[in-house]
């Protein structure tokens, strides 16, 4: 990627402004307070403005009500004066209020008699307590965000959150699989000014994002972890990013980062190689080149702000070499070339906010995001880089149109649409370049498992178009504030299958192996429609004196389809058409959320908090694309080859299904057809009112202002899920497996140091029922209620922001997920799921670990900011965290089975778990971030200098070991990343 794409990209997003369609949820920003009067009565009336140059019509003004109180709400991020003005009396104005996204500051005021022309400026801290949201937040602000070591990316510092699961040790900008108090990875969304950045990959958040953001365009970012209102579908993580919209003043700033190989250290000591470990990934380059500015066109009228940006990341893998022969049958490591894993990414946006009249603004914004993953999946150090695809999202980008208006004092409307385009198109890898007709080549044992071509499961396109259009009311007196709104996603993914000549070969190893398989592909094409993701929401917030309450319903509507599909003619299979399914999912959900708040003693420094609430189950295109009539027929299928003269050509007639010559016959001869032993969904999991997975959650918390800028925080956590889902085998009963038991290894290592016998939970499929599946999703609950997944736990944070810059940010989280799955479905109690052709097999654990209940364990997380003398400041980010679940999966002989069950096992041996899940761990892992700036002025110019050093202690904590109970069990497989150095400048204007 090169400069020249984004500036092609810039081009084409200012030409394009309008045809942009997309949009944004009104932020939770505001003022809300009460005015009395010297004797403490409530005067109604008063007239409340709220000034500050972050908004385009600098002012906002409402009127007290009968009760003396007053909301202000849908304020930008920034710093205000706040006016109270009435008849008779004087006036007051509160300066220097600091107000950060989602929060409502609490500013009360007493007015005592006398001419209104006569003024009184009170200077104040800012609340640090919201005593009427019941929401639970991080607030980092535009200072914070470039002062703390990070990838400058805003979810990078998601991680540091205490009680956030996920994005540890990460070289670059991968930590979008984040989750918090048991919650689901997959369900963290990413908003942009209140709008969601959905795709109809995984379950539209987590990794499955392909937008990522442009730190120069954000001003703030929100991290919203519970209590979400009826605005929001699901209860993961939301990182919500206020934009920059300029001003009436031009200004801006440079940002220019980077780091190599030079200045890492190494960080595998002794104890790891005696462990096993010869290698870790390690980092080869990092840059970031990052111009943003913004400013009026029209004074008052309409600012504008750009934000260009290209960076990336190249990371040397561990263990892993370039071919010397890519083109060949056989891999040969050249143990001088190390292998590398390249990511490369632009942005080029743009965004107007055009104050068009008194009671309308508008705004529009653009980011076209060409991106590269140029050694798909990326850091895999089982496929040869010739073997990695060249990943190109492009086009790739976020389209966002919004209209605000308040229609009086009271009414407030605001609507939009937005837009996630994507195609991820993933090619034959160009460096070094691999001809169109390569066929791939997998091994079936050793490291690398793939190398000449591929990667076979993701070549092909895998566009995504998904639109999300939405429009509230908001109704707002001094006490209450009603909002009711609606929201719809909707759009189709479009998947290929591109393999080489359709087939691929598989050898013994990779190095010198023999052919023993062919792989023959249908090369199909999947169509799915997302036709409506709609939810209609109202959500109300009501104080009387000293309590609001939060009460909300949401109404949640999911439709998908797959439309008629024709394929055309491949190399083995002929023309093919599939009749559309009109309606592959039809839920409907009403989910309640109740919250109240408690401002206990009155004056906003204490609130008591308590939340409950139901959340649906993120769902975008995957149960959709398993029930496509395409997916549900045969689009694989393998047969045996004796390459009799090794020239690793299949002398033999590839379009005959029957064996002939060298080939065998193919394993499943239904192959290109509906596949009859496909597995089914019970329509009762995928139709009807509240058949959607969901969980429950609920917290309680008192927060209280120690001093003016310092605030501690005690919460309650627990969430539950409902609808879970198990695969039923209706060709199999629990009465069709046979008990048998094993002698555990004698091992030191093992509890009791091993050889004890191990009965429960172990059985082996007779022999007549192998082979027969008819399988079906259904609902866990229809087997009884030992089905159940629980998180409690507890978190104790601190705040501190004082004038002269100091900020800490930081916590413990204490918590555990107790999950029981003690039913039997198709197998005995400890056997549920089991769906393949397996003779002796356990369900992960023996019967007696058919409940997982770990000990409760804490992580210790958070951030600081110093500013020194100077114009020197200092920053850490640290995370303490519990180490990874030591587990022993152990696949005993077919003789060892065959003793026990005086026959042979019915199938293949799956593992049995040796040690009870939830009882050993490896020690906590220990990461420290630094940084060291210097900043400058020349007159409006400010140039600041810094350096980051990531792992500053260097540690080596194991993050990942091998589980198997074979040689290499316990042997780490991933540590910290080894201690490095950032250097970046920043110039600001």
């Known amino acids: 990627m090169c400069l020249r794409v984004l500036l092609k990209s810039a081009m084409t997003a200012v030409a394009s402004l309008a045809l942009l369609p997309a949009v944004a949820l009104a932020q939770a920003t505001g003022l809300a307070g009460v005015v009395k009067d010297a004797t403490g009565g409530v005067l109604p009336g008063v007239t409340v403005e709220a000034a500050s140059s972050a908004l385009i019509e600098k002012v906002r003004a409402v009127t007290t009500d009968e009760q003396g109180q007053y909301k202000v709400i849908d304020l930008r991020p920034g710093q205000y ?47 640090t307590v919201d005593v009427q949201s019941v929401r639970a937040q991080t607030v980092l602000s535009n200072s914070v965000l470039d002062s703390l070591p990070s990838q400058r990316s805003p979810q990078s510092f998601v991680p540091y959150i205490p009680g956030v699961v996920g994005g540890l040790g990460d070289i670059g900008r991968d930590t979008a699989s984040v989750a918090i108090h048991g919650g689901r990875a997959g369900e963290a969304n990413v908003a942009i000014d209140g709008a969601n950045d959905h795709t109809f990959e995984g379950t539209g958040g987590g990794a499955g994002f392909t937008y990522y953001i442009n730190q120069g365009s954000v001003q703030e970012v929100t991290v919203t972890t519970g209590g979400q209102s009826a605005e929001q579908a699901v209860s993961g993580i939301t990182t919500n990013l206020v934009p920059k ?43 970031d080149v990052n111009p943003s500015w913004g400013g009026r066109l029209v004074r008052d009228k309409l600012w504008f702000y750009n934000s260009f940006r290209y960076w990336g990341t190249d990371t040397y893998l561990a263990g892993l070499y370039r071919n010397a022969t890519p083109l060949a049958y056989s891999y040969t490591p050249d143990l001088n070339n190390q292998a590398d894993a390249l990511v490369v990414d632009g942005s080029a946006n743009i965004r107007l906010t055009w104050q068009a009249t008194e009671k309308n603004k508008i705004s529009f914004f653009w980011d076209e995001q060409p991106h590269c993953t140029c050694n798909y999946p990326g850091f895999d150090a089982t496929a040869s880089p010739e073997a990695t695809g060249h990943g190109r999202w492009n086009p790739n980008g ?70 999300t259009a939405r429009i509230a009311l908001n109704y707002v007196t001094g006490s209450h504030a009603l909002k009711v709104g609606f929201s719809n996603l909707w759009g189709r993914r479009d998947t290929t299958q591109e393999i080489p000549q359709a087939v691929s070969y598989r050898v013994s190893t990779a190095t010198n192996g023999t052919p023993n398989q062919i792989t023959e592909y249908a090369n199909a094409r999947w169509i799915e429609k997302i036709n409506a993701s709609m939810g209609l929401f109202a959500q109300d917030q009501w104080t009387i004196q000293h309590v609001t309450l939060n009460a909300g319903l949401r109404f949640d509507y999911f439709k998908s389809s797959v439309p008629e599909q024709s394929l055309p003619a491949t190399r083995f299979l002929p023309a ?64 045996v080859w004796t390459d009799t003269n090794r020239n690793f050509i299949p002398d033999c007639n590839l379009s005959n299904p029957l064996a002939n010559d060298e080939c065998a016959q193919l394993a499943d001869l239904s192959f290109g057809q509906p596949n009859v032993l496909a597995t089914k969904y019970d329509p009762n999991v995928l139709n009807g009112w509240g058949k959607r997975g969901y969980n429950w959650e609920i917290a309680s918390s008192i927060q209280h202002e120690l001093q003016s800028g310092v605030s501690f925080n005690a919460e309650y956590d627990r969430r539950w899920f409902g609808n879970q889902t198990v695969t039923n085998n209706l060709a199999r009963t629990p009465g069709d497996w046979d008990p048998y038991c094993i002698t555990a290894p004698v091992d030191s290592r093992l509890p009791d140091g091993g050889g004890y016998r191990i009965c429960d939970g172990l059985f082996d499929l007779n022999p007549l029922k192998f082979g027969l599946n008819n399988n079906l999703v259904t609902f866990a609950k229809n087997f009884g209620t030992g089905f159940s997944e629980v998180y409690n736990g507890v978190d104790f944070t601190t705040r501190v922001r004082l004038p002269g810059g100091l900020q800490v940010n930081a916590g413990t989280s204490t918590g555990r997920v107790v ?30 670990f058919c409940r997982s209940e770990p000990p409760f364990r804490t992580q210790v997380k958070g951030f600081l900011i110093v500013p020194l003398p100077w114009g020197i400041q200092t920053s850490s980010g640290f995370q303490i965290v519990p180490g990874p679940q030591i587990t022993a999966e152990y696949t005993p002989s077919a003789a060892e089975i065959r003793a026990a069950l005086n026959r042979n096992p019915s199938g293949s041996i799956a593992s049995i778990a040796l040690i009870e899940p939830g009882t050993q761990f490896s020690p906590s892992l220990k990461s420290v971030d630094f940084r060291a700036s210097r900043r400058m002025r020349f007159g409006r110019t400010t140039v600041t200098g810094s350096v980051d050093v990531f792992n500053i202690l260097n540690k080596s904590d194991i993050n990942t070991l091998s589980t198997s109970y074979t040689s290499t069990w316990l042997q780490p497989t991933q540590i910290l990343v080894p201690r490095y150095a950032k250097f970046n400048a920043q110039i600001d204007f």
């Open 81 to 127: 004066a706040i006016t109270f003005t009435l008849t008779g009396f004087a006036t007051v104005v509160r300066e220097g209020i600091d107000l950060p996204a989602g929060f409502t500051a609490t500013v009360n005021a007493e007015l005592r008699v006398g001419a209104v022309a006569e003024t009184i400026t009170v200077s104040g801290s800012s609340p």
């Open 245 to 287: 919209e300029g001003g009436n003043s031009l200004s801006g700033n440079f940002v220019v980062a980077y780091s190599d190989e030079r200045v890492q250290a190494r960080n595998l000591t002794d104890a790891l190689r005696d462990r096993g470990l010869t290698a870790t990934n390690r980092l080869k380059k990092i840059w």
């Open 398 to 467: 976020f389209r966002q149109i919004t209209w605000k208006s308040p229609l009086s004092s009271r009414l407030l409307l605001d609507a939009g649409v937005s837009q996630v385009m994507t195609n991820w198109y993933v090619h034959l890898q160009t460096a070094p370049f691999v001809a169109a007709d390569t066929i791939p080549m997998t091994a079936q044992t050793g490291v690398v498992r793939s190398f000449r071509s591929g990667p076979i499961a993701q070549l092909g396109q895998h566009k995504s178009d998904p639109i």
């Open 576 to 639: 093919r058409s599939y009749a559309a399914v009109d309606q592959v999912i039809g839920w409907k959900d009403i989910n309640p959320r109740l919250g109240v708040a408690y401002d206990l003693f009155g004056n906003g420094k204490t609130a008591l908090k308590a939340t409950v609430g139901r959340y649906i189950a993120g769902e975008t295109a995957a149960t959709t694309r398993a029930n496509n009539p395409v997916q549900q027929s045969i689009t694989s299928t393998t047969r």
């Open 819 to 848: 999950i029981d799955q003690c039913i039997a479905v198709d197998a005995p109690v400890g056997q549920s799921g089991t769906s393949a052709d397996r003779g002796a097999v356990s369900f992960n654990t023996s019967r007696q």
